[in-house]
Every structure is written in C-alpha cells, then in structure tokens.
C-alpha cells in the first residue's frame, strides 16, 4: 500500500498562504465573496525531502479589504477552511482510505480588515512509517 498526502482547501475569504518547512507550497491570492473550492495540494514530496527531522506546516490567513476610499472603519467577515489527510492506495492505483491527520480547520469570523486573521502552525514527524502532527498552535484575530 502507498501513502500520500495532500491539503484539500475547501474555503478562502480573504487570502490564505500555506508554508511547508519554510517555503510556500500554495498562495491563494485574494479571494472576496467566500467561494467555494475544492483545491488539493499534493505535500508527500515536501514531507519526504525531510523525512528525518519534524516538518512544520503552517497556514497564514489575511483580511484583507481594499477599499477605493480607503476606510478601514468597518468589520470584515474571514472564512478558511481546510483538511490535511493521508490518502492509503492498493496496488491497483485505488484509493482504498482517507484519514485526517489533523483536525479539519474552518472557521468564520469578523475581524478588522488587514490583519492576518490566522497563524495556524503543525509539527509533523514521520514515525512508524506514517506522518503524525506531535504539536500545534493555532491563532485566531477577532475584531478589536
């Protein structure tokens, strides 16, 4: 049986950044309206490449609201939602299992505009043959 392992990014509003052990592996760009996606990003590499020392994953959320008159006087809603999930696959190429190797994230609130909204961070090792988050931090801004 193969492992992989992906994030599958189900909601943005505003903009959402994702790092893997120091480098950006996905960059949303600002998104208004809170559509719904349905991105998945591949990280089996990435975690591999680093196989023998803890990997952090980390997930930077921003309000961002530009506005033509520049007034930042008024909350502005955030959405992130996300999964990180192992994916088990037979012989054949099927994917036989998933498993959340984290709780899946999504959150809504209102916050002030320009600030980043979340600073969600995860601490990976590669134990028994199979990545496991040992620790997290997760940060949230609400209005002020």
Known sequence: MKQEYWINVKHVDNRL???????TIWDSGIVHDDPALNTFIDITSPLKDH???????????????????GDEGELNPW????????????????????????NPYNEKHLSNPNTRAISNSYQIVLKSGEYKVVSNSLSQQFYK
């Open 51 to 69: 196989a023998g020392h803890t990997s952090e994953l980390i997930f930077e959320g921003f309000n961002d609201d530009y506005t033509a008159n």
């Open 17 to 23: 950044v994702i790092f893997l052990n120091g480098e």
């Open 79 to 102: 959405h992130f939602s996300y999964r990180v999930f192992k994916k088990t696959i037979n012989g054949a190429g099927e994917v036989v299992g998933e498993t959340d190797i984290l």
